[in-house]
């Protein structure tokens, strides 16, 4: 996994939705770490919202991150991989994808599905995703991990992409994660 072959799609952190996630706090605050050490990074973003009419925008702690260079796509399906998102991920030659998102056992879990069956490596930090009941987001880690998806966690992702302590963006990402 490079920066340069890696892009993160943030799947439904909606206004609507956040209020009935578990530890929804702890989730859009390990998701903003991410994003920002993945900017630090240059590894693209884009985002999608389930049916924004009935559950919101995506939430202001993640979009005032993000600015207007970052893709937003509406859905109703409940996978993340709509034919918008096919197109970036062919355009840009994407191989690995990081997810983060809600919820795990529904969205989450079936853009992975789509996602292995398009040929593309998958990391889920566990730590940027969430559902209503604790117990369904742990199945469905390991029902990912069970498909060939990488469960892993925000650090490990990030110097993973970072590779080296050389890398220009180490001190930021140090400072991100501290």
Same mark, same amino acid.
């Given at each position: 996994?490079?920066?340069?072959?890696?892009?993160c799609?943030?799947?439904?952190?909606?206004?609507?939705?956040?209020?009935a996630?578990h530890?929804a706090?702890?989730?859009?605050?390990?998701?903003?770490?991410v994003?920002?050490?993945?900017? =630090? #990074?240059?590894?693209?973003?884009? @985002?999608?919202?389930?049916?924004?009419? %009935?559950?919101?925008?995506? !939430?202001?702690?993640? $979009?005032?991150?993000?600015?207007?260079?970052?893709?937003?796509?509406e859905?109703?399906?409940?996978?993340a991989?709509?034919d918008?998102?096919? =197109? #970036?991920?062919d355009?840009?030659q @994407?191989?690995?994808?990081?997810?983060? %998102?809600?919820?795990a056992? !529904?969205?989450?879990? $079936?853009t992975?599905?789509?996602?292995l069956?398009?040929?593309l490596?998958?990391?889920?930090?566990?730590?940027?995703t969430?559902?209503?009941?604790?117990?369904n987001?742990q199945?469905?880690?390991?029902?990912?991990?069970?498909? %060939?998806?990488?469960?892993?966690n925000?650090?490990?992702?990030?110097?993973?992409?970072?590779?080296?302590?050389?890398?220009?963006?180490?001190?930021?990402?140090?400072?991100l994660?501290?």
């Open positions: 996994m490079k920066p340069e072959n890696t892009l799609i943030i799947v439904d952190i909606q206004e609507r939705l956040l209020p996630l530890d706090e702890t989730m859009v605050e390990r998701s903003r770490i994003i920002q050490g993945l900017q =630090a #990074l240059s590894v693209p973003l884009v @985002v999608t919202e389930q049916y924004p009419k %009935g559950l919101g925008k995506t !939430v202001p702690a993640v $979009q005032l991150l993000l600015g207007d260079d970052v893709p937003v796509f859905k109703t399906r409940f996978s991989v709509t918008e998102v096919v =197109a #970036l991920l355009e840009q @994407v191989q690995n994808v990081i997810l983060i %998102g809600a919820e056992h !529904v969205c989450m879990l $079936q992975v599905i789509d996602l069956e398009h040929d490596r998958v990391y889920v930090p566990f730590d940027c969430t559902s209503r009941n604790p117990a987001k199945n469905a880690l390991d029902q990912m991990r069970d498909m %060939g998806a990488c469960v892993t925000v650090e490990s992702v990030l110097f993973q992409l970072l590779g080296d302590a050389k890398h220009p963006a180490f001190k930021t990402v140090s400072k994660i501290q």
